[in-house]
């Protein structure tokens, strides 16, 4: 029976695909994955690079469920399928059926001839672009009660079934799980990770029916040792006389088969660091020897090339590793996978040995190390069902509890955030370890600098301390907690915004960010910061159109304020990308925050923190202590920063902060500044 096509016939899909052959320079690839009612990937596009693909994201986020994904799309190296589908992979409101489906790019001639059934156009996927690209997909049907399940139903390319399954498993799987016993695995008797590396290493059946013919030969000079041959002795002098009376016996000793199974098994694994004695395995502690685990895999990817394109799916590679040791392997894995690529295949046919990595991930460590157009992240979506068909939508307290509603998974490539021309590049360097917790949450406080990342939680402290029903009080800091504090060391907020709040896809990586900023009215009104692009600047794949000019004089010189408003400008850079207005707060110190903090009355306070810093140091306080009114003491206070004594913002938030923790006195938190904490603490449904 000839197969059958979606939409066209048979001999006009050859000639449609042919020109395309050989016009594209990347090399094999898994570019996409999309689910549709798998578990919580209800309805999910997730875009992958040809190198590592970063996926991080909260807990229950789906980053597990996404990796089930690969591992159903595609066959294990070893050929042990350890993932089957099962019943619970189908979505309650996924109408009984889960589908799973990949596309594949960067198909050359021979690739794109073992995928003939498979190939698509870029008219077929929109973003699949130029070239030659490979589809398949795998739908399961979710069995009635008592039913047994029926076998999942794949389709090539624009195929209703899939013909010639055999191309689509020339791309493999390896799963290295998140909970993993490296010791256990390492020193166990069964040989398996030695096994596959062995028989990668000696490559076809020939060499290995060679190798454990030598062995053998081995084995058998092993048994005539004379030491063998005297315990044989030993134990047929008393067997023949116990015999003797009735059938006497004989016994002879030999060595097991020596087949490649029980030679790996024969192996043992050991390490120890370098100059010394190796040691059995248990020996070790357990972050060397999850990478020693992690090392026969690579070995095994290495030696053994038994498909076009394995995908080596790591979830939480950093189980045991201290930071450098995450970086290291990240980095070897980044090359590993680049350098597949150069492979030449060994003989004419043979597989082509491409590596590509995708790694789930709870580390800030590894976050910070990948580029950002490297992460993708996963977050956690409330979505309700209207009419019949999901909805996506943001939580807030104010959603009627009565709406069914599920949390699935949503994700945000970064790389398809609209990012201006050098923000990518910028992100790269500011996101250290300490910046990129931001990707695991969806709640983001940014701050200039240390001091305002020292205060901000000593003042939330105070602030939700006043809410009396214990239950909200409790929640409200729970909540808080939950929330990210970033130093931006600096003013420049737009990557950090645009990061976080540009939509992809009608989703975006926080739900909520508040931004705590200084005026500066001593920069001119119509300079905006040096870094900061001008709002006309086109952002690369953005389609949103810039503001009005008036919307610019607006945002430099702002509304009430000399100089430079940043608030405005800030304002007017997210309505300029759509983004909802309560999905950001604006806080404001005028003209900084140190001047805020006097303003609220809290003279005594603050002359106790700044002579325990500076004891010596009255004369300076002078200025402050003789002030005739509120503003002229709140600007004296803030000269101490500036000038004279150059009082140091970290170490007196420092000092501050501790003394809040201690014995606050009744301090007072400057209006803007608590608004901002109970609004990201969701207090009174987040209204300050």
Request: with cysteine; aromatic share 6%.
């Amino acid at each position: 029976m000839p197969p059958t096509y979606a939409g066209s016939a048979p001999h006009r899909v050859l000639s449609q695909y042919a020109p395309a052959l050989g016009t594209l320079g990347e090399k094999l690839y898994l570019r996409q994955v999309r689910a549709a009612g798998f578990k919580s990937l209800l309805s999910v596009n997730v875009p992958l690079r040809q190198g590592v693909t970063v996926i991080v994201g909260e807990n229950n986020a789906g980053k597990s469920n996404f990796i089930d994904a690969l591992r159903l799309l595609t066959d294990p190296l070893d050929g042990r399928r350890s993932r089957w589908w099962e019943a619970d992979d189908v979505h309650p409101w996924a109408e009984g059926n889960a589908q799973l489906t990949a596309v594949y790019t960067g198909l050359e001639d021979a690739e794109a001839g073992t995928h003939l059934q498979a190939l698509i156009s870029a008219q077929d996927e929109a973003e699949a672009g130029q070239g030659s690209h490979a589809r398949y997909s795998v739908s399961f049907a979710r069995p009635a009660e008592g039913e047994r399940p029926q076998r999942p139903v794949w389709s090539a390319g624009r195929l209703l079934d899939d013909p010639e399954p055999e191309a689509r498993r020339t791309v493999r799987h390896v799963y290295l799980p998140p909970m993993r016993n490296a010791q256990q695995e390492l020193a166990s008797s069964s040989g398996n990770r030695l096994r596959l590396i062995l028989a990668a290493e000696l490559g076809s059946k020939q060499a290995i029916e060679a190798f454990e013919a030598e062995q053998e030969a081995h084995f058998r000079k092993l048994g005539e040792h004379p030491k063998v041959t005297d315990v044989r002795k030993r134990i047929n002098a008393p067997l023949n006389r116990l015999t003797a009376g009735a059938h006497p016996q004989h016994m002879g000793l030999s060595f097991a088969e020596p087949t490649l199974v029980s030679i790996a098994r024969a192996l043992r694994t050991r390490m120890s660091d370098e100059g010394l004695d190796v040691e059995d395995i248990n020996r070790s502690g357990l972050g060397y020897a999850n990478l020693l685990y992690i090392s026969t895999v690579l070995a095994e990817l290495e030696a053994a090339r038994g498909a076009d394109l394995t995908l080596f799916l790591v979830e939480e590679p950093e189980a045991h590793l201290h930071p450098q040791l995450q970086n290291l392997l990240l980095d070897h894995l980044r090359a590993r996978a680049l350098q597949s690529h150069d492979y030449l295949p060994e003989a004419e046919g043979a597989p082509l040995g491409r590596i590509q990595v995708v790694i789930t991930t709870h580390s800030p460590v590894l976050a910070a190390a990948t580029s950002v157009k490297d992460l993708v992240i996963l977050k956690r979506q409330r979505t309700r069902l209207a009419d019949g068909s999901p909805e996506l939508t943001v939580p807030t307290s104010a959603e009627p509890s009565e709406t069914p509603f599920a949390f699935t998974t949503a994700a945000v490539p970064v790389a398809a955030i609209p990012f201006a021309k050098h923000e990518p590049a910028k992100l790269d360097r500011y996101l250290d370890i300490t910046k990129s917790a931001m990707l695991f949450g969806t709640r983001v406080i940014l701050v200039e600098g240390l001091a305002e990342a020292l205060l901000v939680p000593a003042f939330a402290s105070l602030v939700l301390d006043t809410i009396e029903d214990e239950s909200a009080r409790t929640r409200a800091k729970a909540v808080f907690r939950g929330s990210c504090i970033v130093a931006v060391d600096g003013v420049d907020f737009t990557p950090y915004l645009r990061a976080l709040l540009a939509d992809v896809g009608g989703v975006r990586i926080a739900d909520r960010v508040v931004v705590i900023t200084d005026q500066d009215p001593t920069k001119a009104a119509e300079e905006p910061d040096g870094d900061i692009p001008p709002l006309n600047e086109s952002s690369e794949g953005s389609e949103a159109s810039a503001p009005a000019a008036s919307t610019l004089e607006e945002a430099v010189a702002g509304e009430n304020a000399s100089g430079f408003n940043r608030v405005a400008f800030l304002k007017a850079h997210l309505h300029a990308w759509n983004v909802p207005q309560n999905t950001f707060h604006l806080a404001e110190s005028r003209p900084t925050l140190e001047p805020e903090l006097m303003r609220a009355e809290n003279l005594a306070l603050l002359a106790d923190v700044f002579f325990d810093l500076r004891p010596k140091s009255g004369h300076r306080w002078k200025a402050v202590a003789e002030a005739q009114s509120s503003e002229e003491r709140a600007a004296a206070f803030g000269d101490l920063f500036t000038t004279g004594t150059k009082l140091p913002k970290g170490d007196f938030a420092y000092r501050l902060a501790e003394r809040l923790s201690t014995k606050p006195d009744g301090f007072v938190v400057p209006e803007h500044l608590a608004a901002a904490i109970r609004w990201i603490a969701d207090v009174d449904g987040g209204r300050p």
